[in-house]
């Protein structure tokens, strides 16, 4: 991301869903004389994010979405799962791009089988599950329903979805392989051995999280 914001002609950064936990710091984001908003659906997160950010309050799925644009960057971090209108949310971050700007969006990737569970199951069983496998702090790092709308590999289908919105698909990079089962050691072993079958035979329809680079036309 630094990198990306690092880039010449970046001036204007849009973090979507960055609520309580914004990716770039503030030093980081003064040193490069970035203009920086976080953008979240929900308010009780933009209060959790530190003092120092601009904080915008909206819905990025939303067919009324009414926020200025112009952003050189436009990125999420483990939001887009938690999107049930995929398409809509894409059209959106293509609205508020500047001519020739880039999206990036980091996110799990169905058809990882901890994502199918979490797909599947209940909400309060799946939270239970990632409180006993992956403990985290439930105050800064929230649980939400995901769908994984268009959460995928590098798949043919996935980069045509892209391109018949208006993007050019300048990276599109899949990862094999998670932590989910580090605490069960005979599954953690078994997830190692899948992971670097698929890194030395790639398919990009079994990766479990994958990251875009997309620049609007």
């Known amino acids: 991301l630094e990198g990306l914001a690092s880039r010449a002609g970046v001036k204007r950064i849009c973090d979507i869903g960055g609520g309580a936990n914004p990716a770039l710091s503030l030093e980081f984001i003064r040193e490069h004389k970035l203009s920086y908003v976080i953008l979240d659906i929900s308010a009780e997160e933009l209060v959790k994010a530190p ?3 601009e904080k915008v309050q909206a819905d990025i799925a939303s067919p009324h979405l009414d926020i200025p644009g112009g952003y050189d960057l436009v990125f999420s971090k483990m939001l887009a799962e938690h999107i049930r209108d995929a398409r809509q949310f894409h059209e959106n971050v293509l609205s508020i791009l500047a001519e020739g700007g880039i999206a990036f969006h980091f996110f799990p990737t169905l058809y990882a089988m ?104």
């Open 114 to 217: 901890p994502f199918i569970l979490n797909r599947l199951m209940p909400e309060r069983l799946s939270a239970i599950l990632l409180r006993t496998f992956a403990p985290r702090d439930s105050y800064r790092f929230a649980k939400f329903p995901a769908y994984y709308k268009w959460c995928r590999g590098p798949t043919h289908t996935q980069i045509k979805r892209f391109e018949a919105l208006g993007y050019e698909v300048e990276e599109y990079i899949g990862f094999f392989g998670h932590g989910y089962y580090m605490g069960i050691k005979p599954l953690d072993k078994l997830n190692s051995f899948i992971a670097d079958i698929l890194i030395s035979h790639p398919v990009p329809s079994l990766t479990s999280y994958a990251y875009t680079i997309l620049r609007k036309c």
């Open 51 to 53: 003092e120092g950010y």
